[in-house]
């Protein structure tokens, strides 16, 4: 049996009657919707964290501790949001986590101290959290009734959602203060989850389905765990990237490779652009390379691109590493939680989702200590090398699969 099977992400076609097909069409754009909000309304927060810290006074290690409330919300939260799923259904809890997000987001704005801004920011982190678990379980059921690889163009609606809410917020930066841009930001999100909302609610439920021998062999016991396991290394080693890159691109530009700042800050948009872009095209990836070799192309390209980025003398390599990079892993990450969810269910989705965020967030401090210690071109390169990792351990799950 060949490892890498090209046919491997083309599942048989939908014998649906074209009415239940419209519906689910609905369905996808309501989904679509909810992945774009939620990426909106982190943007409009991110945005705004220099307003708020200024609000409530706080140091840089005081703000630190705050803004860590929102892993720890996340984190608390996935699990448990896995068996409310099982319970409820993936797509009332998807609704109902957006709705918390969405009136979570307005009130940083409204504390006067650090410690109420952590007490927010938990609430914050957890809605997050939820609506990142529930999101990607009610997609991997889709996915499996619309029967194509259509996962990457859920995470391009939340790339293009937080790049449309980080425009917006700047725009907004210099008009009106942080109360009332984040208000607009929870109103928006209300309305969009009272409109998708009841269009995903409305169409049909997942239909039982039948799986081929393999794949329920993968989803009993110790193989289930293991390629969840696998999977959410995946996901950890591509988020690790994606959050290095988000807080020292930028200085790697300015300080390194002697940019300006506005060719810095064009240079992380870059990165944002190429992922968005490669997730947009994803769905038609996925069906012609397979699902396992575009995972490990992706990798092996994002490795090639960081190293470039890392050790370029010139800005323009450097930027057309970051390119790579982005396009690179834009479609790893989907595609590992899509996998995730399969062999394991929404749970499978937590597990793997909660590994992921980790690598999020122990991606940022762990260059800095590096940078400290060797050069930060040369903590770079650990971007590089998670990246190939990822990749080899997709094929690692083909295996296994295959196996």
Not at 127 to 136: D, E, L, P, R, S
Not at 171 to 190: P, Q, S, V
Request: proline content about 4%; glycine content about 12%.
């Amino acid at each position: 049996m060949p490892l890498l099977n090209k046919t491997e992400a083309r599942l048989p076609s939908s014998t649906a009657p074209s009415g239940r097909s419209s519906s689910w069409s609905a369905a996808r754009l309501a989904l679509t919707a909810f992945f774009a909000v939620d990426g909106f309304l982190f943007a409009s927060w991110v945005v705004r964290i220099p307003d708020v810290r200024a609000q409530v006074a706080a140091s840089h290690s005081a703000l630190g501790l705050a803004l860590l409330c929102i892993s720890a919300g996340a984190v608390a939260t996935m699990a448990l949001v896995g068996r409310l799923c099982l319970r409820f259904g993936s797509r009332r809890v998807t609704v109902a986590a957006v709705g918390v997000l969405s009136l979570a987001v307005a009130l940083p704005a409204h504390t006067r101290s650090v410690l109420g801004l952590g007490a927010v920011l938990l609430l914050f982190g957890a809605g997050y959290g939820a609506a990142n678990v529930a999101m990607n379980s009610a997609a991997v059921d889709l996915v499996a009734e619309l029967r194509r690889p259509v996962m990457p163009s859920f995470h391009a609606g939340y790339s293009l959602g937080g790049l449309l809410g980080a425009a917006a917020g700047g725009l907004l930066a210099a008009r009106i203060d942080a109360a009332w841009a984040l208000a607009l930001a929870a109103a928006l999100g209300l309305t969009v989850t009272l409109t998708a909302g009841a269009a995903l609610l409305r169409a049909p439920a997942a239909r039982p389905r039948t799986a081929d021998p393999a794949a329920e062999k993968a989803r009993s016991g110790r193989s289930a765990g293991l390629l969840v396991v696998l999977l959410g290394l995946v996901a950890l080693c591509t988020a690790y990237g994606e959050g290095a890159l988000a807080d020292w691109a930028t200085l790697h530009l300015t300080d390194d490779v002697h940019a300006s700042a506005a060719v810095a800050a064009a240079g992380y948009a870059a990165f944002a652009f190429a992922m968005t872009a490669g997730r947009l095209s994803g769905t038609w990836l996925s069906e012609r390379l397979g699902q396992t070799r575009l995972m490990l192309f992706g990798g092996l390209a994002a490795c090639a691109g960081m190293t470039t980025a890392a050790l370029a003398p010139s800005v323009p390599a450097a930027l057309a590493g970051f390119v790579l990079v982005g396009l690179g892993l834009a479609n790893v990450f989907p595609l590992a939680i899509a996998r995730a969810g399969a062999a394991g269910g929404p749970q499978g989705v937590a597990t793997a989702s909660t590994l992921g965020y980790a690598g999020m967030l122990i991606g940022p401090p762990v260059i800095g200590f590096l940078a400290d210690a060797l050069s930060l071109p040369a903590a770079l390169l650990t971007v590089a090398a998670t990246s190939a990792l990822a990749g080899l351990l997709a094929v690692t799950v083909g295996r296994h699969r295959a196996a």
